[in-house]
């Protein structure tokens, strides 16, 4: 009887065990471990340390956000259009100063330089949540004033009675008149709708148009509902340093508008304006690569004073030259389609293993290798060295 409570007793301290192994791991594994290294900060900007420190195994798809979570998509297949909504109740890292510390911990040139541009946009809102507190200590909120007739660009703020959702009808307008525009056009194109809080500004929508899907990642409807349900694809890299001018764009942008004179901004409170535009080399799933010219354009939807307005971003991916990605594209695949087995690894090839990648140190090295021990070894003995090099 007392053997029969003891393995009881023993039995019950093992569950009690495993249990709490169960709770301790489990709890760390939900903090999901393998992305310790990446940091959302204000902003509405990911930071992949982890790909920025490994230079050996490159390889990135850009997400429009890995933090955010989808919440519905709507497509329009007349448009060749996909529009995604987001959860916009997600909490961003103010604090930038790990990621600044471990890209400076590197001791790279390039990621020092990247640090540079991150601690100077660090300075930048640290410096506006300052301001935004003070004023808002000072300023008492007025009542809201109904809306009589239609409100001009500057009187477009809390005090008039703005809100997102006016912000929202606005953007609305604007984004049908791009579709319709990029609606028989051959180019790339996507929008993002940012909703203003406090202190920063959170991703409400992106849309793309679909063909960038089936051209750069071959993927087919069923495909890119799937994914662009869990985590929107917009840039695939190939090279690191296309991930860095990446990052370093993101800041730059956000550095330009903040540095911005009242008088500049209201200039963007007037419609889709031009802010920017740089070359880009776009990668395909399949290793093909696009050189492209990326355009952006703003549109600051509200006029805020006591939080970061409302904005809507419009990006053009154009054709360097006569021919669109697409066009390019399949060129690209055509050609390789037509290169038999034997062409596609002939020294005849100049795409692929042609003259331009021959070895010249190794060729020359074993020429001279053969002509200093050839005589002095038995041939079996010299095949046999040659192979192991």
């Known amino acids: 009887m007392q053997e029969v409570i003891l393995r009881k007793k023993k039995r019950i301290k093992k569950n009690q065990k495993e249990q709490l192994k169960f709770t301790k791991y489990g709890y760390v594994l939900f903090q999901n471990v393998d992305q310790i290294k990446v940091f959302y900060v204000i902003g509405d900007i ?28 709507v497509k329009q297949p007349d448009l060749d259009f996909v529009d995604i909504f987001f959860d916009t109740n997600v909490q961003r890292q103010g604090d930038l100063s790990v990621p600044i510390r471990l890209l400076r911990d590197s001791h790279q040139s390039d990621l020092n330089s990247l640090a540079d541009i991150i601690e100077y946009y660090y300075q930048i809102v640290q410096k506006k949540m300052k301001q935004s507190q003070s004023i808002e200590s000072i300023e008492n909120i007025q009542h809201q004033l109904p809306f009589s007739e239609p409100l001009s660009e500057l009187d477009c703020d809390e005090y008039h009675g703005w809100n997102f959702e006016k912000s929202l009808e606005k953007a609305q307008k604007t984004i049908y008149d791009f579709k319709m525009e ?140 006569d021919k669109s990605a697409t066009d390019i594209l399949k060129a690209q695949r055509n050609l390789k389609s037509q290169l038999s087995e034997k062409d596609y690894y002939s020294m005849k090839n100049p795409f692929y293993g042609g003259q331009i990648y021959r070895d010249v140190i190794y060729e020359a090295q074993s020429e001279i290798f053969k002509e200093k021990f050839y005589s002095m070894v038995d041939s079996n003995i010299y095949h046999s060295l040659l192979e192991n090099l």
């Open 46 to 73: 990911d930071i992949d340390v982890d790909q920025l420190l490994n230079r050996d195994h490159f390889n990135i798809c850009v997400s429009i956000n890995q933090f955010v979570k989808v919440t519905s998509m």
């Open 182 to 321: 990029q609606k028989n056009q051959n180019n790339h194109c996507c929008y993002v709708i940012f909703k203003g809080t406090k202190h920063d500004q959170v991703k409400y929508c992106f849309g793309q148009k679909l063909d960038y899907y089936r051209h750069f990642y071959c993927l087919d409807d069923e495909q890119i509902d799937f994914l662009n349900m869990r985590k929107p694809i917009i840039f695939n890299y190939k090279h690191l340093h296309q991930y860095i001018q990446f990052v370093s764009v993101r800041f730059k942008r956000l550095i330009m508008i903040f540095n911005q004179e009242k008088s500049e901004r209201n200039y963007f409170r007037k419609g889709l304006k031009f802010l920017f535009e740089q070359e880009i080399d776009a990668a395909s799933v399949d290793n093909l690569s696009v050189r492209l010219k990326f355009q952006e354009y703003l549109y600051i939807l509200s006029n805020y004073k006591n939080q970061q307005d409302d904005v809507l971003l419009v990006q053009k991916i154009l054709p360097i030259g």
